[in-house]
């Protein structure tokens, strides 16, 4: 297993333009969570998976974000409409059960311009 | 919802020791979690602590006092390649889910 992945590395779009992520977690874990994060700060949580189901949803996260994760397996982030303000990397982790820490992937660089 | 603190910045000598404080305010705790990041790079798991005490893992230890919402983590014999943000976050007792702090971002000078 080569680890959380994470594509594209970097996207950079138009402002009110959509855009979608994608993350591939390590293949036993069974969670999976999205996370932002802005120049000098600690990722901020979005959402997290349990298999399919999404189990929880930040309440700062507007209704232009929307994830999936219909196999219990890989999970998109779609934003529509983007902001200059969701410019930020898109950090995806995943664990196995709750006993465990997060193994992260590299992120995805979003650039809304 | 969770307080995490720690502080933005501190720098320190190669060979030296620093420790890195965090102070929480949760309710279901449920672990204590330290990360490192490097510029550009996605965070890498360092420690975690759920009981009192100290936990050693080679060159970094961490420590918990959960009565007093406390944390620190040590880095001894500090390397230039250690110069990298440490975050710390929490975890609640329902789900998986971890609280960041803002991160403590450390720079290690020859």
């Known amino acids: 297993d080569t680890g959380v992945s994470q594509d594209p590395r970097h996207k950079i779009t138009k402002r009110g333009q959509n855009v979608t992520f994608r993350c591939d977690p390590i293949s036993e874990h069974n969670r999976l969570y999205w996370y932002r994060q802005t120049l000098g700060q600690g990722p901020e949580f979005l959402t997290y998976?349990?298999?399919?189901?999404?189990?929880?949803k930040s309440r700062l996260l507007s209704d232009r974000f929307s994830a999936e994760r219909p196999k219990g397996s890989f999970s998109t982030l779609e934003i529509q409409r983007t902001e200059q303000g969701d410019s930020a990397m898109y950090l995806c982790?995943?664990?196995?059960?709750?006993?465990?820490?997060?193994?992260f992937g590299s992120g995805t660089r979003l650039t809304v311009v | 919802g969770q307080n995490i603190d720690q502080p933005t910045e501190m720098t320190a000598t190669e060979g030296a020791i620093v420790q890195i404080n965090c102070t929480y305010q949760t309710s279901g705790f449920n672990g204590l979690f330290w990360y490192q990041q490097h510029a550009g790079e996605a965070p890498t798991f360092l420690s975690y602590?759920?009981?009192?005490g100290l936990e050693e893992k080679g060159r970094f230890s961490s420590f918990l006092s959960r009565s007093k919402g406390y944390s620190y983590l040590l880095l001894k014999e500090l390397q230039m390649k250690d110069s990298a943000s440490y975050l710390c976050?929490?975890?609640?007792?329902?789900?998986?889910?971890?609280?960041f702090g803002g991160g403590t971002r450390v720079l290690v000078k020859p």
């Open positions: 982790a995943s664990s196995y059960g709750t006993g465990d820490g997060y193994t």
């Open positions: 602590n759920v009981l009192d």
């Open positions: 976050a929490v975890r609640v007792a329902a789900g998986n889910k971890l609280t």
């Open positions: 998976f349990q298999n399919e189901a999404q189990l929880e």
